[in-house]
């Protein structure tokens, strides 16, 4: 089993910044796959960053140029930089992993609790 545990999201002001953390722990063999989920109040859960192991990002088209997605492999840790925040970044930021841990042997996924990023205009 993999835990994620996540920080730093919070209230900020339409143009803000803020980081998102999320560390995770277990009996980790691999880690291919690092990311960020949002999910706003009535709509789908959508990815908004992802790293591989090796360091290639993807994002989603909307914050192109405003987040960040980096990672620490010693730390097993993801972040989000997010900047020039607006009203409709705001959701529920899940962090999700999809890892290989001893044991089970087969890459499985994960997800953290979430952490509420609100922006007020």
């Known amino acids: 089993q993999v835990q994620l545990v996540e920080s730093g999201g919070g209230l900020v002001q339409a143009g803000g910044s803020l980081r998102l953390s999320c560390a995770a722990s277990?009996?980790?063999?691999?880690?291919?796959?690092m990311g960020w989920y949002r999910q706003a109040p009535g709509k789908q859960r959508e990815l908004v960053a992802g790293i591989t192991s090796d360091g290639r990002t993807n994002y989603q088209d909307s914050v192109k140029g405003r987040f960040t997605v980096s990672r620490d492999n010693a730390k097993n840790t993801v972040y989000l930089q997010m900047n020039s925040l607006q009203p409709e970044d705001a959701a529920v930021y899940y962090c999700n992993a999809k890892a290989v841990t001893a044991g089970r042997w087969a890459e499985s996924t994960y997800w953290g609790q979430g952490t509420q990023v609100t922006v007020s205009s």
């Open positions: 277990g009996r980790i063999l691999s880690m291919n796959f």
